[in-house]
Structure formats: structure tokens, C-alpha cells
């Protein structure tokens, strides 16, 4: 079976290999997380579930909206620089950049704008399920990390 990080190269080389994609390293997700950091730990779990389980997904697009899912391209955290209602809007913020700088399908933009469900659109394919879900346990993740960090450093 091939690795993850090579089954994203291999499905993703054009966004991975991208200037504008880096950009996602200038930015913190969650904790001492970056985006891009982020982005390729949630792809790389993706394609880890799709040949775990027997739910017959559609890789490609699955491994590039999970790169592009938070290609929002602000820092979220800095109420002055960040867009409006991130929480609830990034899944589109994303989807735009991505459609404006890369070549994705409209199957690769729905995965990507309803990622942050319930907040902001519902999953309609097995493939943004997937996403949502894997994106969510990362989050927490990293979140608790961030978390455990802060608190290790005060004691």
C-alpha cells in the first residue's frame, strides 16, 4: 500500500509544490499548529480512512479539498486582519482562493465550503463526510496540544 504523504503528493503535487499554498505556514491553526501543518496532517489522515474503510470514496478530490479545506490565507486569530464570521464562513473563504488559484472541480469545492458543518453548510457526499469528521478529531487534537503546552508552562 502506498504511504499517505505520497498518495497526497501524487493526487496534490500542483497545490503542494505551490508558492500561494505555502503561505498557510505564515499562519497558526490551532495551538502551536500552522495551517499548512494542519492541512497536510488532515490530508494525510484522509488518505489513511479511504483505504481503512470500505466506503468506496473518490480519492482525488477527497486529498485536495482536504489540503485547500482552511486555505483562508489570514490569521484567524488577529480580529483586524481576519474576514468576518470566520467560524461560520472560512469554508467559503477557502473555496474561493482555491478556485481563484488553483485548478479544482466543483466536487472539490462543496468538500471544501461544507467542511465546517454544522456551522456552515451540510456534507453531501461521502467524501466531505469524511473530511468533516477527520478535520474535527485533528482539530481537537491539536487544541489539546496547544492547550497542554500553555499549562505546562505555567506550572
Request: glycine content about 6%; overall charge negative; aromatic content about 8%.
Given at each position: 500500500?502506498?504511504?499517505?504523504?505520497?498518495?497526497?503528493?501524487?493526487?496534490?503535487?500542483?497545490i503542494?509544490?505551490?508558492?500561494?499554498?505555502?503561505?498557510?505556514?505564515?499562519?497558526?491553526?490551532?495551538g502551536a499548529?500552522?495551517?499548512?501543518e494542519?492541512?497536510?496532517?488532515?490530508?494525510?489522515?484522509?488518505?489513511?480512512?479511504a483505504?481503512a474503510?470500505?466506503?468506496?470514496?473518490?480519492?482525488?478530490?477527497?486529498?485536495?479539498?482536504?489540503?485547500?479545506?482552511?486555505?483562508?490565507?489570514?490569521?484567524?486569530?488577529d480580529?483586524?486582519?481576519?474576514?468576518p464570521?470566520?467560524?461560520?464562513h472560512?469554508?467559503?473563504?477557502?473555496?474561493?482562493?482555491?478556485e481563484?488559484?488553483?485548478?479544482?472541480?466543483e466536487?472539490?469545492?462543496?468538500?471544501?465550503?461544507?467542511?465546517?458543518?454544522?456551522?456552515?453548510?451540510?456534507?453531501?457526499?461521502?467524501?466531505?463526510w469524511?473530511?468533516?469528521?477527520?478535520?474535527?478529531?485533528?482539530?481537537?487534537?491539536?487544541?489539546?496540544a496547544?492547550?497542554?503546552?500553555k499549562?505546562?508552562?505555567?506550572?
Amino acid at each position: 500500500m502506498i504511504e499517505p504523504a505520497q498518495e497526497v503528493a501524487a493526487h496534490a503535487a500542483d497545490i503542494l509544490s505551490s508558492h500561494l499554498f505555502e503561505r498557510e505556514k505564515e499562519f497558526i491553526q490551532h495551538g502551536a499548529t500552522t495551517v499548512w501543518e494542519h492541512s497536510v496532517s488532515v490530508a494525510n489522515a484522509c488518505a489513511r480512512v479511504a483505504h481503512a474503510l470500505p466506503l468506496h470514496l473518490e480519492v482525488k478530490p477527497l486529498l485536495r479539498a482536504a489540503l485547500l479545506h482552511d486555505y483562508f490565507l489570514y490569521d484567524w486569530h488577529d480580529r483586524a486582519s481576519a474576514m468576518p464570521r470566520h467560524a461560520t464562513h472560512h469554508g467559503r473563504y477557502a473555496r474561493a482562493n482555491a478556485e481563484r488559484d488553483f485548478a479544482i472541480t466543483e466536487h472539490e469545492g462543496d468538500i471544501i465550503q461544507s467542511h465546517m458543518f454544522p456551522l456552515e453548510g451540510i456534507p453531501s457526499t461521502r467524501e466531505a463526510w469524511v473530511l468533516t469528521l477527520v478535520d474535527k478529531g485533528i482539530s481537537l487534537k491539536e487544541t489539546l496540544a496547544g492547550l497542554r503546552g500553555k499549562l505546562g508552562r505555567r506550572g
